[in-house]
Each structure stands twice: as C-alpha cells, then as structure tokens.
C-alpha cells in the first residue's frame, strides 16, 4: 500500500507550514524500505543532491544523513520556496541521479515526507547530532567519521 493512500495520510499533510527562516527535521523513506543506498555509486549520486546550491536556492542544507532506506535532512527555509517544493526537489533529483545507478527509471522515494518544524530553543546542533549519529544507532559503523554518507555545516570551517 502507498503512504499516500494510508488512512490518515491527508491529515499529516493539513496544517503544513512553510515558515521562511525556520529550521525543519526532515525525514523520507525509500519505496517498501528497500535499501538502496547500500550500493554506493546510488548513495553517491544521491548525496551529491543534498548540497546543490541549484537544488537548495536560498534555503541552507545544515545537516544530513543518508541512510540505507532513509534520509533525514535538517534544512534552513529560504524565501524562494515552500518546504514540499524544495523537499520535492531534492527528492526528484536524488531520485533519479541514484535511480540511473541502480538501473531503476522508478521513482526510489515514497510520495510523502515527516517534517517536524524546530522551535527557536530547540538546539539546532543537538539535532544535528542526532541525525548524523544515526548510523551509529543502527550499528553500521563503530565511528560516525567511517559512515560516507553524512554532513553537517558546523564542520565546514
């Protein structure tokens, strides 16, 4: 069954909102949770996506995880787009950049997504953390440092 005929589906998406400036936790799966970005070159392509500055416009990519069958992404909105347009964006390309790896002219993501908007006392680098440590929670690497698939802005300088 797709997510978006689940009961209940139509409801996460009422009451959206895409506040310019705020900071959102994103969360997507992949279709049935198939593990694609196990294969590299699709993990690859794929995360070469979350920092494009032509796929972000004016909204800044602060951190990020590629998981085997999931991304969690933590995005600064900019005024250009509305969050499901700059999310579909980046789930379009990822998609099928990764999708021409894996020899799938499918769509690899499900059609919606979990947001969760950050108050202002919410700590945006706590949250970071939280993201790229979950390979570790997962227990595919011992050291954030050997999981490839993962960025946060505070280590840029």
Known sequence: M???????????RRGRASCPGAA?????????????????????????????????????????????????WLIQLGEVDSLAALINRLKSSSSRMAGRCVGSERGIWVAGF???????????????????????????VRRIGDYPFWNAVWLQG
């Open 24 to 72: 959102y936790l994103i969360t997507t799966i992949t279709r049935d949770r198939t593990p694609v970005f196990s294969h590299f070159p699709a993990g690859c392509a794929a995360a070469r996506c979350f920092e494009t500055p032509r796929l972000l416009c004016d909204s800044h990519m602060l951190a990020w995880v590629l998981m085997p069958d999931h991304a969690h």
């Open 2 to 12: 797709l997510l978006s005929s689940r009961p209940g589906y139509r409801a996460l």
């Open 114 to 140: 979990h947001d969760h908007g950050l108050r202002r006392e919410e700590d945006l680098q706590g949250v970071a953390r939280y993201i790229v440590a979950n390979p570790l929670r997962a227990g595919l």
